[in-house]
C-alpha cells in the first residue's frame, strides 16, 4: 500500500522548506509521523489499533513561536477486484484523495480470493479501517463477520446515522430517501454495522428477455401470459425458429446443475409463491425446493427438456450452447432491464459483436403462475456495503463518514465523476451529451482506475436503470417503444410487490445450524433436479427425498433457529 513517488516527493520537499524556513528565524520544530506507507499493497494491517498509525505532530518549540505541521488522514481500505486488475494510485484514486484531501491505502482484491482474505483478517482482528463487506449465503451479515461484530471489532453507525434529525441518513441527500425497510436489512441485533452504498433496483432478476425479430418473423408476436402459456410459447417459437434459421434455436439459455440460479428462479417463484425462504400457512419457514408448487416448476422444466427445446446436455456446463446474446435461445431470465438497445440497434448492442444488427431484443411482461408471478425479489435492496473497524479513532470514523459517502449537491459533477471517471482522462464528452470511451489510452486508463466499480465502496446515487440504460443521451439511447415497455414491465413488478409482499423471509437472520450444516444438508438437491427434468427418477423419488431432509433434525433446527430470530427482531 505505497503511495506514489510524486506524493512523497512533494511531501519531503515540503518538509525541507518549512525546516528551512523555520531554522532562520531560529525556531525548533520537530514533526514526528508514523504511517503504513512502508507495507506491501497485498498486506493487510497487523496491529489495527496503530496500523495504518493517524498523522500526528510533536512540536517542540522556543518561547517565541508555537509552530503545528498537519497531513493527510490515511485511511485503509480492502475493497473486491471483480477481475479488473485495478492498478495502486492510479489517476482515479489520487483525484479521490485530493477531492477529499486524505490518503487512500487501498487494496482491490480479486473476487475469488476476497471471501477467504476478507475472513481470515475479520478473524484475526486484523481488518482494515474500512471493509467491503461480501454476501456469504445470500447474507451480509454471516458467522465470521457477526463474531466480530459481537467481540466488539466494528462499528455500531447508529448513532451516527440517526440523531434527532442531525444524523447522515437524515441529512444526506441520497441516505434520507431510504425507507424503514432498507434499514431493517442492515441491522443486526439491534446495531447498523454495514454502511448500504445505495438502492437496488427493485426486483432485478424478473426479466424474460426474448428474440423480437424471431417472434415477429414467425407469428409469435401474442404474449404469453400465464407460465402454461409460455411453456407452449417457447416450444412452439423454438421449433419454428429452429427449423427456419438453419440452426438450433433452444427456449432457454439455461445451463449447469443449478436449479436455484437467477436463470430460473423467477420461473420458480410463480409456482411457489416465495423466494429462497418463505414462511407457509403454518408459519414455518420453508425453502423454496422444498415447498409446495416446486415439483410443478420441474414438472414445467421437464416438459421443455422432453420436447427437445432446452440443451439436452445442460448439466455438462455448456455456456455457449444456448446463450441468448449470441443467438441461440428464444428467451433468457435475467435483469429486466439488460435489454436495452439503441433505437439503431447499433450504437448500443445488446447481443455479441459477431451477430447480425438485425437481432432485436424485447421483454415480456412478468407471466402468471399458479401461485405468483415471474417476480423474483432481491435478497437484499441494499446493492453493497461496506464496515469500519472499531480500531478507528472518533476522528478518523468520522472523516471515513465524510469520505465514503459524497453526494452531488455537495460536490458538483460528483454523479458524472464516479459512473465515467476523470473527464479528459478517462472519456470525451461530445456536443450530443455522449460519453466517448473509444480511446484506446482512456480506456487502459479506465481499466486501471477501476471507473465505474468505485461505487460499491463510494456511496452513489439509487439505481434507475430505465434513465441510464434506456433514456441514455445522443445515439445511444433507446426507441421510445423500449423505453415504453420498461416503464410498464417496471409498473407491473412494483404493484405486483406491493400487493402480494414477496420478500426474503430470512434476510438479516441468523441460524447456526443453516450456517454448520447447510451446504451438507442440501448438497444432493440440484443434481436431483437434475435426474428429475431429465427423467433419471421418478416422482416419488424426488417426493421420498424431499421428506428424508424436511424431517431432519438439521432441517427442523434451521427453521426453529430463524422463528427465534425473527421474533427477537
Not at 294 to 310: E, H, P, Q, R, T
Amino acid at each position: 500500500m505505497n503511495r506514489n513517488f510524486k506524493k512523497f516527493a512533494a511531501m519531503l520537499l515540503m518538509m525541507v522548506l518549512v525546516l528551512s524556513m523555520f531554522s532562520g528565524c531560529g525556531n525548533k520544530t520537530n514533526n514526528s509521523t508514523s504511517s503504513n506507507s512502508g507495507t506491501e499493497a497485498t498486506s493487510a494491517p497487523t496491529d489495527a489499533a496503530a496500523t495504518p498509525t493517524e498523522a500526528a505532530a510533536d512540536t517542540t518549540t522556543d518561547t517565541t513561536t508555537d509552530t503545528a505541521s498537519t497531513e493527510r488522514q490515511t485511511i485503509s481500505v480492502m475493497g473486491v477486484d471483480w477481475g479488473y486488475g485495478p492498478l495502486a494510485n492510479s489517476e482515479m484514486e489520487i483525484y479521490w484523495e485530493d477531492m477529499y484531501d486524505v490518503n487512500l491505502d487501498i487494496e482491490w482484491v480479486n473476487y475469488e480470493d476476497y471471501q477467504q482474505k476478507c475472513n481470515t483478517l475479520i478473524a484475526t482482528g486484523n481488518q482494515y479501517d474500512v471493509t467491503q463487506v461480501y454476501k456469504t449465503n445470500s447474507n451480509f451479515y454471516y458467522p465470521i463477520f457477526t463474531q466480530a461484530i459481537d467481540a466488539g471489532e466494528f462499528v455500531d453507525l447508529t448513532p451516527y446515522l440517526f440523531n434527532n434529525g442531525s444524523g447522515l441518513a437524515e441529512t444526506n441527500s441520497v441516505m434520507s430517501g431510504w425507507d424503514d425497510s432498507m434499514w431493517e436489512q442492515a441491522t443486526y441485533n439491534g446495531g447498523i454495522y454495514i454502511l448500504p452504498r445505495s438502492k437496488a433496483e427493485i426486483a432485478q432478476q424478473s426479466g424474460i428477455n426474448v428474440r423480437l425479430d424471431l417472434m415477429e418473423k414467425y407469428g409469435y408476436t401474442e404474449e404469453p401470459t400465464t407460465m402454461a402459456d409460455l411453456k407452449d410459447w417457447l416450444i412452439g417459437l423454438s421449433d419454428a425458429a429452429t427449423a427456419g434459421e438453419g440452426q438450433k434455436i433452444y427456449a432457454l439459455d439455461f445451463f449447469g446443475e443449478d436449479f436455484m440460479t437467477d436463470r430460473v428462479k423467477a420461473f420458480a417463484v410463480s409456482f411457489t409463491g416465495q423466494m429462497d425462504w418463505g414462511i407457509d400457512a403454518a408459519g414455518n419457514f420453508t425453502y423454496m425446493q422444498f415447498a409446495d408448487g416446486y415439483l410443478d416448476f420441474l414438472n414445467w422444466m421437464k416438459d421443455l427438456y422432453d420436447a427437445g427445446v432446452i440443451d439436452p446436455e445442460f448439466s455438462l456446463g455448456n455456456a455457449d450452447t444456448s446463450k441468448w446474446k449470441a443467438g441461440n435461445s428464444v428467451a433468457y431470465l435475467t435483469a429486466w432491464y439488460n435489454w436495452n438497445q439503441s433505437a439503431d440497434l447499433t450504437s448500443n448492442k445488446i447481443f455479441d459483436s459477431g451477430t447480425p444488427d438485425t437481432y432485436k431484443a424485447w421483454c415480456l411482461l412478468p407471466v402468471e403462475g399458479p401461485k405468483g408471478m415471474t417476480v423474483s425479489a432481491n435478497s437484499y435492496d441494499i446493492d453493497s456495503c461496506i464496515a469500519i473497524s472499531s480500531a478507528c479513532s472518533e476522528e478518523k470514523i468520522q472523516k471515513i463518514l465524510e469520505v465514503f459517502n459524497g453526494t452531488e449537491e455537495q460536490y458538483p459533477g460528483y454523479d458524472m465523476l464516479m459512473a465515467n471517471g476523470i473527464e479528459g482522462v478517462h472519456y470525451k464528452l461530445l456536443d450530443d451529451g455522449t460519453v466517448d470511451t473509444s480511446d484506446e489510452v482512456m480506456g487502459q486508463k479506465r481499466t486501471e482506475g477501476y471507473v465505474g466499480a468505485w461505487n460499491q465502496i463510494f456511496l452513489k446515487v439509487d439505481a434507475d436503470q430505465i434513465t441510464s440504460k434506456f433514456r441514455r443521451a445522443g445515439a445511444k439511447a433507446a426507441s421510445a417503444e423500449n423505453v415504453a415497455r420498461a416503464e410498464e414491465i417496471k409498473a407491473a413488478i412494483v404493484s405486483y410487490l406491493d400487493e402480494s409482499g414477496l420478500a426474503y423471509a430470512t434476510t438479516s437472520l441468523t441460524s447456526e445450524t443453516y450456517n454448520n450444516q447447510w451446504s451438507v444438508l442440501t448438497s444432493d438437491v440440484n443434481t436431483m433436479c437434475t435426474m428429475y427434468v431429465m427423467g433419471e427418477i421418478t416422482e416419488a423419488d424426488w417426493t421420498d427425498f424431499v421428506t428424508d431432509i424436511v424431517n431432519s433434525a438439521d432441517y427442523k433446527a434451521i427453521q426453529t433457529e430463524f422463528a427465534a430470530a425473527a421474533a427477537a427482531k
